[in-house]
């Protein structure tokens, strides 16, 4: 399953340096306005201890884990939606990715020039996502003057299509995101697959990257700008996700392994490396790998195991989805031609020592073609 995650932001927030840090992939980073012309793409590896916990359990020969692709696009400025700086590449661009990761810039630098002038977390969001709207707005607008023949010769579909079209304008004028709970409540489930034919920058779920600095404020100081209150505040309201990261740092730890990765960036940052959407904050936490599991959430995803000698593996899914359908990431053929699926939960099977052990302890299950698949567990398909 590919889906892809578009880094948005301003000039000058640290997109670049953000994609370097995730992919290990060396992107221009310079300290103007849009040095990243073209997007760089990147597959990243999902971080996830019990993939690697299954590949030991399994005495493994090759492990391999779930992936997310993220995207470095141009950086936007006021006016996008208008073509003003790469603003039509920038929309084109991010209307091929499946969310967004919206980057924040919270550091103070002089010697990094914001393009504003000043740092306002608040209205650098308000900034990218008034650009969202208004190339949204001109969407909806088009394709609703585009139904008009149909609708005077009483095409059911396109009057349906034409009310979602309304309900999206109006939310639109309101400055509200197509993706809030609260305007997502008011769309009736028929009205869903004309939403989709529209691909609205602000359908898409949007995560929020907090970009600080080591040797700056930590995070409690931080607390206390109102700025950085008014965050906060608009995040709770909205019920958006956000993560904490250091760019900067996490660019520079990339290339070491695992231990000297976080000796390092205790002594650098301490307890202020990484933040999650719930306030978390950890002495040599993985600010990065925070990153990446929350874009995983963010796309509705979940990992299903399938383990043995030969190859331990994660597998992505849509949350939901039965086991048939489930199949299908492994090979095409299997939602057709599934029979049964046998099933365990990781963490059961690690528990039982074997898997001859956990079918003696009845711990593995036979699931028919109704069964929602649950993250993490084990599965071998019968076909």
């Known amino acids: 399953m590919k889906l892809s ?69 141009a950086g ?130 949007i995560m929020y990257v907090l970009n600080k600095k080591a040797g700056g404020r930590n995070l409690d100081e931080i607390a206390g700008d109102e ?11 909205t019920g958006s996700k956000y993560v904490v990261v250091d760019a900067g740092i996490e660019h520079e730890l990339k290339d070491l392994n695992d231990a000297d990765k976080k000796e390092m960036r205790e002594g650098l940052i301490g307890s202020v490396a990484g933040a999650t959407g719930a306030g978390e904050s950890k002495a040599g936490s993985d600010g990065i790998d925070e990153l990446i599991k929350k874009g995983y959430e963010l796309l509705n995803l979940i990992t299903y195991f399938t383990t043995g000698e030969v190859e331990t593996r994660a597998w992505t899914i849509e949350r939901g989805w039965t086991a048939p359908l489930a199949g299908t990431a492994i090979h095409g053929d299997f939602k057709d031609k599934f029979i049964r699926a046998e099933v365990i939960l990781w963490s059961k099977l690690i528990e039982a020592g074997s898997f001859a052990a956990a079918r003696e302890q009845g711990l593995v299950r036979t699931e028919g073609k109704e069964y929602v698949v649950v993250d993490g567990d084990v599965m071998e398909f019968k076909i």
Not at 9 to 16: A, D, E, I, Q
Not at 102 to 115: K, L, M, T
Request: aromatic content about 6%; hydrophobic content about 45%.
């Open 76 to 205: 936007l400025v006021k006016g996008a939606s208008a073509g003003e700086g790469l603003g039509n590449q920038f929309l084109t661009n991010i209307r091929e990715t499946d969310a967004i990761a919206e980057v924040v810039r919270i550091f103070e630098d002089d010697n990094i020039i914001h393009v504003d002038g000043k740092i306002d977390p608040i209205k650098d969001i308000e900034v990218i996502n008034l650009e969202l709207i208004l190339a949204d707005l001109q969407t909806v607008t088009k394709r609703l003057a585009n139904l008009g023949k149909e609708i005077k010769a009483g095409k059911k579909e396109a009057v349906a299509e034409a009310t979602l079209c309304n309900k999206v304008i109006a939310a639109l004028e309101a400055g509200k995101l197509i993706s809030s709970q609260e305007v997502m409540q008011g769309i009736e489930e028929l009205e869903m697959p004309f939403l989709k034919h529209l691909h609205l920058l602000t359908a898409k779920p």
């Open 5 to 73: 995650i578009g880094i948005v932001g301003l000039p000058n927030v640290g997109k670049s340096t953000l994609f370097n840090a995730l992919t290990k992939k060396s992107v221009p980073a310079e300290n103007y306005p849009f040095c990243t012309i073209d997007p760089s793409v990147g597959v990243v590896a999902v971080p996830d201890e019990r993939l690697w916990k299954l590949s030991e359990f399994s005495k493994t020969g090759k492990t391999i884990p779930a992936v997310v692709e993220f995207v470095d696009i």
């Open 227 to 237: 700025r950085f209150k008014a965050l906060l505040a608009f995040f709770a309201q």
